[in-house]
């Protein structure tokens, strides 16, 4: 189940590490997020490498739809009733800074950028709708409310959001990725303070960056806690009416669609990891019913973690790790926010102050709803008397019928049939 990313393109290879050696910072994981801190890093003049346990942007960048907006859902009235006016106006400052600089890096690397506008719409609730415009008016944002859009159907009103962007994700990872000091197929074994052991050789390291998706160190952070993993479904259509603009719909369960080529990426069936959703089937069934006569290009499947109150988790792994960094948590929004990462941690290691540091801390207040879902989930996953178990936290796993695979449903740790791993934070296999 590829994505359409992998067609017709060609992607570098790198050797895996041999034998024991130095950097001044180690990054783990080479998705995009992990890539673009390499970049950024050594743009400033930092000695980095980057070590991924299989092929870099193999895992979760490879399913993503790639939509560069900073029209994160209806996050903006969230913020402002969370936290106030002034942290809404930072995150919408970072993400559009972010935006701006991936575009600009896109349009000189080839990686099929197309401005166009995103919409966030609600089928049944344009009050919402309206409150997020006027959360985004008031912070500086040209939104707009309309009704008027591509979707084959009827919405109650959408957030409009002109000269956002889409790009072939992959392509632009592997342009990024030429000049960097990468090792593939390095598995991180262990972390003993700044050394880090995989199996292929030992690092020594001053500063650690985790850019792993889901934080796989369970004794510093309670990452375990303060997030879970959401699963969503794409199919590539055939014969379908041209979109030229992106959409999403306000519910987590709620379509995306996007264009690329002759192509219509539609996108939904989603639900928690390890629970039921309507995945591939739902999909099928909104195309026959909107789209009638489309034919299914190929279908591929991508998890995203998702934080306490939506913003993500970048900075210092805990307050007790000083050399020790993490971003992950992007919610369905990898593309701008791994940007932010990249900015933020390429300050925070260099010994510089970052305006947005304090808003997307780690160690910020995990006092939300949020949480107390997630200690349910992981307290009947761990007292469910099933087997097979998960390695990371031993909750018990539930079959995924769709996918042929053993999921998580406390943290989102994968397994194929047989029991070799798919998605982390667990680390190895499982016996099945």
Not at 227 to 245: C, E, F, G, W
Request: with cysteine; hydrophobic share 35%; proline share 3%.
């Amino acid at each position: 189940m590829q994505s359409i990313w992998n067609d017709n393109i060609e992607k570098d290879t790198f050797e895996p590490l041999r034998g024991d050696m130095k950097t001044d910072v180690l990054i783990i994981g080479g998705g995009i997020c992990g890539l673009l801190c390499a970049y950024m890093l050594k743009g400033a003049g930092v000695d980095c490498a980057v070590v991924e346990a299989d092929r870099i942007c193999a895992g979760v960048t490879n399913g993503t739809t790639a939509k560069i907006t900073w029209l994160h859902g209806l996050i903006y009235d969230k913020i402002i009733r969370r936290y106030g006016t002034e942290h809404a106006a930072l995150y919408y400052e970072s993400q559009k800074r972010a935006f701006e600089q991936l575009g600009g890096m896109a349009t000189k690397l080839g990686a099929d950028l197309q401005y166009c506008d995103s919409f966030v719409y609600s089928r049944n609730n344009q009050e919402i709708i309206e409150r997020e415009v006027a959360a985004l008016q008031k912070i500086g944002c040209d939104a707009e409310f309309c009704k008027q859009t591509e979707l084959p159907f009827e919405i109650a009103g959408a957030v409009k959001l002109g000269k956002q962007a889409q790009f072939h994700p992959l392509k632009f990872a592997h342009a990024i990725a030429q000049n960097l000091t990468i090792y593939e197929n390095t598995k991180v074994m262990e972390i003993n303070h700044h050394t880090v052991i995989t199996n292929r050789g030992r690092i020594l390291t001053n500063k650690i960056i985790v850019t792993t998706h889901f934080p796989f160190i369970n004794k510093h952070g309670s990452y375990f806690l303060k997030m879970y993993q959401h699963r969503s479904y794409v199919l590539a259509l055939k014969n379908a009416p041209t979109i030229r603009d992106m959409y999403v719909d306000e519910a987590k369960e709620g379509l995306s669609l996007r264009g690329y080529g002759d192509l219509l990426l539609l996108g939904g069936g989603s639900h928690r990891t390890g629970h039921r959703g309507g995945g591939w089937a739902e999909l099928i069934s909104v195309a026959k019913r909107y789209y009638p006569g489309v034919q299914e290009d190929c279908r591929w499947a991508t998890q995203d973690c998702m934080t306490l109150d939506s913003i993500p988790y970048i900075g210092l792994y805990a307050k007790s790790t000083p050399d020790l960094y993490v971003a992950t948590g992007f919610n369905k929004w990898g593309m701008t926010s791994s940007m932010v990462s990249a900015m933020i941690l390429t300050d925070m290691v260099c010994g510089r102050e970052n305006e947005y540091a304090n808003l997307y801390s780690p160690s910020r207040t995990i006092l939300h709803s949020q949480l107390a879902v997630n200690v349910f989930e992981s307290a009947k996953g761990l007292l469910t008397p099933t087997v097979p178990r998960c390695p990371h936290m031993g909750c018990a796993l539930r079959y995924n019928k769709q996918e042929h695979s053993w999921d998580c449903p406390c943290h989102g740790s994968r397994f194929q049939e047989d029991g070799k791993l798919i998605d982390n934070p667990a680390t190895g296999d499982k016996e099945i």
